[in-house]
């Protein structure tokens, strides 16, 4: 093993063990992502809601990455976000989507109803068995 890959894989486990950030998203899920900000000598967090359009490399990856879109008065927002970064504060999950893509940069040309995603309900565990 390489020494960056060792290094990449420590990296990773000491920010697991100290966030125990959830990654257990795909592209097309709607997250909350919480993050800090510095503006002047203040600090606060702030919530980014929006679908992940697209992630890179795998969560365990120290370099690995996604990009969430929201729609904030009419325009589309986006930010890239890394998965082990230190202003992350956590990651929550909102309702999962079905898409049949690995990356939704064709969002970007859509507007309105359009940009809608099929929301996967799971009503398994909600029926009764007869």
Same mark, same amino acid.
């Given at each position: 093993?390489?020494?960056? !890959?060792?290094f990449n894989? %420590?990296?990773?486990?000491?920010? %697991?063990? &100290?966030?125990?950030?959830?990654?257990?998203?795909?592209v097309?899920?709607?997250?909350s992502?919480?993050y800090?900000i510095?503006?002047?000598? !203040?600090?606060?967090?702030? &919530?980014?809601e929006?679908v992940?359009? %697209?992630?890179?490399?795998?969560?365990? !990856?120290y &370099?690995?990455?996604f990009?969430?879109?929201?729609?904030?008065?009419?325009?589309?927002?986006?930010?890239?976000?890394l998965?082990?970064?230190?202003?992350?504060?956590?990651i929550?999950?909102?309702?999962?989507?079905i898409? !049949?893509? %690995?990356?939704l940069?064709?969002?970007?040309n859509l507007?309105?109803?359009a940009?809608?995603?099929?929301?996967d309900?799971?009503?398994?565990?909600?029926?009764v068995?007869e």
């Amino acid at each position: 093993m390489s020494l960056l !890959n060792k290094f990449n894989e %420590a990296r990773s486990q000491k920010t %697991a063990e &100290n966030k125990g950030k959830s990654t257990k998203f795909e592209v097309g899920d709607t997250i909350s992502v919480a993050y800090r900000i510095t503006e002047g000598s !203040n600090t606060r967090i702030q &919530n980014f809601e929006g679908v992940v359009i %697209a992630k890179s490399r795998k969560p365990e !990856n120290y &370099n690995s990455s996604f990009v969430v879109r929201k729609i904030s008065h009419e325009i589309g927002v986006e930010r890239k976000f890394l998965f082990h970064s230190p202003l992350v504060e956590r990651i929550d999950f909102v309702k999962k989507g079905i898409v !049949n893509k %690995a990356k939704l940069y064709y969002m970007r040309n859509l507007k309105g109803k359009a940009t809608r995603i099929k929301e996967d309900l799971d009503f398994k565990s909600d029926k009764v068995s007869e």
